[in-house]
T-cell receptor, first 113, second 110 residues
Framework: KAGVTQTPRYLIKTRGQQVTLSCSPI?????VSWYQQTPGQGLQFLFE???????NKGNFPGRFSGRQFSNSRSEMNVSTLELGDSALYLC????????????FGQGTRLTVV | GENVEQHPSTLSVQEGDSAVIKCTYS??????FPWYKQELGKRPQLIID?????GEKKDQRIAVTLNKTAKHFSLHITETQPEDSAVYFC?????????FGTGTRLQVFP
């Protein structure tokens, strides 16, 4: 069974630009969550999608948005990039039933210059 | 809002010693507590988890304890080995919203 796949692995963007990251969950998993990982801040929850609906949301500004498609693939968009958005963005998929193991992708390393 | 505090941020132990990492959560409705290990340059991977109806769970050299009243849970690693060196994250979950602690960098010296 293929694992969680994130593309691209690395991105360099300029301040003010926007970026879209993609996450393909494990086959059969219906929930996808997104996290921002920075040194010292750990893994901060962005949002969670289940059956194409945002089910949970973290405390990030509206510049961060996401969506989920009917095949459970998810995209995350960040608009008007700031230097502080530089981070590793991880997605994780679960079956979608409550409190089951989350499987992480390898992440997308975003650098904003 | 939900918050998970994790201590210590760094932990150095001699090979063979035990290591303990502690977490405190704020949302009393949290009912699932996983622990993830992240090796350098790799993705986080689940090493053990516990649900709120259980007080303790053990899997070989690792164990997790949960005190729901105090809203504390801890990871215990016995007989540490160099390959245990990594960053460990605790998390508290309610309805599939996983809130992570800030991580503990564990270094095991031979």
């Amino acid at each position: 069974k293929a694992g969680v796949t994130q593309t691209p692995r690395y991105l360099i963007k300029t301040r003010g630009q926007q970026v879209t990251l993609s996450c393909s969950p494990i086959s059969g998993h219906r929930s996808v969550s997104w996290y921002q990982q920075t040194p010292g801040q750990g893994l901060q929850f962005l949002f969670e999608y289940f059956s194409e609906t945002q089910r949970n949301k973290g405390n990030f500004p509206g510049r961060f948005s996401g969506r989920q498609f009917s095949n459970s693939r998810s995209e995350m968009n960040v608009s008007t990039l700031e230097l502080g958005d530089s981070a590793l963005y991880l997605c994780a998929s679960t079956l979608g039933a409550s409190n089951t193991e989350a499987f992480f992708g390898q992440g997308t390393r975003l650098t904003v210059v | 809002g939900e918050n998970v505090e994790q201590h210590p941020s760094t932990l150095s132990v001699q090979e063979g010693d035990s290591a303990v990492i502690k977490c405190t959560y704020s949302d009393s409705a949290s009912n699932y507590f996983p622990w993830y290990k992240q090796e350098l340059g790799k993705r986080p991977q689940l090493i053990i988890d516990i649900r709120s109806n259980v007080g303790e769970k053990k899997d070989q050299r690792i164990a997790v304890t949960l005190n729901k009243t105090a809203k504390h849970f801890s990871l215990h690693i016995t007989e540490t080995q160099p390959e245990d060196s990594a960053v460990y994250f605790c998390a508290a979950s309610k309805a599939d919203k996983l809130i992570f602690g800030t991580g503990t960098r564990l270094q095991v010296f031979p």
